[in-house]
């Protein structure tokens, strides 16, 4: 501890410049006589304060998360208001956040429990941020307050936009009244697409190709998956009713808390829930994929997952633990491939890249992969870009479009 700790610095400095800004925050919100955001503001204060130390160091990954689990939550199970602690339901929060959500459905021993509340701290507030999704380059501008840049790093103008806001639900869930129903399958809300939001410390190694590829690997990462769905939740309890389309920022609804008893207050706060973790990340720069390409951000993906399969059979690393996001550059206007470790605090797979060889390797596995005739070239199949998880994009997913990138890259490297 006493010598140069990178890792240490950056926990202790983002702590701090957290502190600060949030501190600035509440002077504005006081100056222009929001009260309210103010005292929420405070909470959020209180809230840093308070963190214990082991949690924070494993969150911010000075200690090893494996070692010191912090972002996992339990679905605490109650029956007519009465807790019964005969299971012990946990899970990663960047899971949770779909599989434990209010109104999702989970089967325990044959029986079928619905989450229904957000367990919320005795004093002071779950974590809290606001944001605003950039039309333009889908950027997602974070903040702690209200208040949300005019301009997208992309030059898009913001003031028009719906600022959004989201909770961290860092202190689990709990089950309510389930509805008897016929329906065996479980009912659950999804998550959305992980997004990108940086700050993280970059390592010294990097390849780099002037003009056509820039590789770089960073550690301490910082990444965002958000429910996709909406919910209104209540400040009291932690009562939440996942919404409908509609959409106002407050609703009205007279329910009943946690141990079944009227709850006091009848107001709902319109909210999403969501968690942002740290993980290791390598970003492939990539100049020709470019943003005014109409097809750019098809081929950029089509060859991220082709990349992501080469990758997993190169290293021998479960497809499943690696994953990837698909960014804007606005230096060179075009599309970032960022790749990350998809298990809590990051587990070094991502970074086994760094070595020309290996990414050699791994684009040629990938190319393989790509350049049989499984389906039409124009499209994809499940035995080369496709899987489950990937639904959204299938139909940008071309295998042409793959075996052009992976082309080019190769020639370059070689
Ligand atoms: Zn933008
Ligand atoms: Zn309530
Ligand atoms: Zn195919």
């Not at 600022?163 to 479980?186: A, N, Q, V, Y």
């Not at 992980?194 to 910082?222: A, C, Q, V």
């Not at 965002?224 to 509609?246: A, H, I, M, Q, R």
């Not at 790749?339 to 605090?345: A, E, I, K, Q, R």
């Amino acid at each position: 501890m006493d010598e140069e700790d990178k890792k240490m610095d950056q926990f202790v400095n983002s702590i701090k410049e957290q502190n600060k800004d949030f501190e600035n925050a509440k002077d504005d919100a006081i100056n222009e006589g929001r009260y309210r955001d103010a005292d929420s503001i405070e909470n959020q204060i209180k809230r840093i304060h308070d963190m214990k130390v082991i949690d924070a160091l494993s969150k911010y990954c000075v200690i090893p998360k494996y070692g010191f689990p912090v972002d996992v939550v339990d679905l605490k199970l109650y029956v007519n208001g009465v807790i019964d602690n005969r299971y012990d339901l946990n899970r990663d929060l960047r899971i949770a956040i779909s599989e434990y959500a209010p109104d999702s459905e989970v089967i325990v021993n044959k029986k079928k429990y619905t989450s229904k509340y957000i367990t919320l701290p005795k004093v002071g507030e779950l974590e809290k941020r606001y944001f605003c999704c950039c039309p333009t380059c889908k950027k997602i501008n974070l903040t702690i307050d209200k208040k949300i840049a005019n301009y997208c790093e992309c030059g898009e103008d913001l003031s028009g936009e719906r600022i959004e806001s989201f909770i961290e639900p860092s202190l689990g869930f709990k089950t309510g009244i389930t509805k008897e129903s016929t329906r065996m399958k479980p009912k659950r809300s999804y998550s959305g697409e992980i997004s990108y939001i940086g700050k993280g410390i970059k390592d010294d190694e990097e390849i780099l190709i002037p003009n056509r590829l820039i590789i770089e690997s960073f550690s301490n990462d910082h990444l965002l998956v958000l429910n996709k769905s909406n919910f209104y939740t209540c400040p009291v309890c932690g009562y939440s009713e996942k919404s409908t389309n509609n959409l106002t920022l407050t609703k009205s609804a007279k329910h009943k808390n946690y141990r079944q008893y009227d709850c006091s207050c009848d107001e709902l706060n319109l909210t999403r829930i969501g968690h942002v973790f740290q993980t290791d990340v390598v970003k492939l720069e990539i100049p020709s994929l470019e943003i005014n390409d109409k097809n750019g951000f098809a081929k950029a993906l089509s060859f991220m997952y082709a990349l992501l399969e080469g990758i997993s059979i190169a290293m021998n690393i479960e497809r499943e633990d690696i994953d990837g996001v698909v960014k804007w550059n606005y230096e060179f206007e075009s599309y970032d491939i960022l790749l990350f470790d998809n298990v809590p605090g990051g587990a070094g797979h991502v970074k086994r890249l760094m070595g020309k060889q290996k990414i050699i390797k791994s684009l040629q596995i990938a190319l393989n992969k790509v350049s049989k005739s499984c389906c039409d070239e124009d499209t994809s199949c499940y035995n080369c870009l496709r899987n489950y998880y990937n639904q959204t994009y299938h139909s940008l997913l071309k295998r042409k479009y793959a075996i052009e990138v992976l082309n080019n890259l190769l020639n370059d490297l070689n």
